[in-house]
């Protein structure tokens, strides 16, 4: 029997790029947490995942998608800990993320690493859904959004599947630099105003098929830059305005109380979902 764990304790984390902490809530409704988040200090590697499909299906999806993606980069990133996981990625141009870049080996080295890892803990969790004979789409299923800095002086390599989200709040603007994988912001990008699908509907997630297509991206860090990770539990109940007042009164010294001010911040604002946020301070 799965038993869910919290990945990453909910204290301060030294990234070469600065403090990250992070926290996940059940919340007011759910009976059981979903959510779960990873901090590698060590690989430079922060990540959030929300879970589905049913009692321990989601638990086991959040998880085990974090554990896989941690692994397989860690791996990959430093071969002499270890051999690189048993995986063959399908053909990936990492120029394709963004065209216009001038990219160095190291640049589209990590770009595909990034991409890799995400297709094995794809790839993972739908073997899994094979073997409980779920593979039909019916199976367990996860978000996942974080990003990785190989080294102090890279970019951070932003991977995006599903509704789960990357914020950044820069010189007072709070930017979201995700963009939902969502049946709903399919209909708003088409044009429609009536008659819009559900807001939680996703297009694609980790496990429920063989294929997945992640965004990818790759973002400077300036210094006084804050980062926010977060699931729907928060950003679909929670004004931008509200969060953004919450972290840009964030610092190294309550990192961990700010945290715990956007969990609040959902439950106040009557979220029915479970929270989970990282926040990270350049």
């Known amino acids: 029997m799965f038993v869910w764990k ?11 790029l600065g403090i990250a902490c992070g926290m996940t809530d059940t919340g007011l409704v759910r009976r059981s947490n979903e959510d779960n988040f990873l901090i590698v200090p060590g690989l430079g590697l922060v990540a959030i995942a929300d879970g589905m499909g049913g009692h321990e299906g989601g638990e086991v999806a959040s998880a085990h998608a974090l554990e896989a993606l941690a692994s397989f980069i860690g791996a990959r990133h430093a071969p002499a800990d270890g051999p690189v996981p048993d995986f063959q990625p399908s053909a990936y141009d990492p120029t394709l993320a963004d065209p216009d870049a001038t990219w160095t080996d190291a640049t589209m080295g990590a770009m595909i690493t990034v991409h890799d890892a995400v297709e094995y803990a794809n790839s993972r969790l739908y073997q899994t859904n094979l073997d409980n004979r779920r593979g039909d789409g019916a199976g367990m299923g ?10 102090p002086d890279s970019p951070l390599f ?5 509704d789960t989200r990357l914020y950044r709040l820069r010189a007072g603007r709070l930017q979201q630099l995700t963009r939902d994988q969502t049946m709903y912001q399919l209909a708003v990008d088409t044009g429609e105003v009536e008659n819009l699908p559900g807001r939680n509907l996703l297009l694609q997630a980790l496990g429920p098929s063989p294929d997945i ?3 990818l991206q790759t973002q400077a860090v300036v210094p006084g830059d804050r980062f926010l990770l977060c699931s729907d539990g928060l950003h679909g109940a929670s004004s931008d305005a509200d969060v953004s007042a919450i972290l840009s009164a964030t610092n ?3 990192i961990q109380d700010c945290c715990a001010r956007l969990i609040e911040l959902a439950k106040r604002d009557a979220s029915r979902d479970n929270i989970t946020v990282v926040v990270v301070l350049a």
């Open 158 to 162: 932003v991977f995006h599947v599903g």
């Open 252 to 254: 190294d010294e309550n």
């Open 142 to 151: 996860t978000t996942l959004s974080g990003f990785w800095q190989p080294s």
């Open 213 to 215: 297509l992640p965004e």
């Open 6 to 16: 919290q990945l990453t304790p909910s204290q301060p984390q030294h990234l070469g």
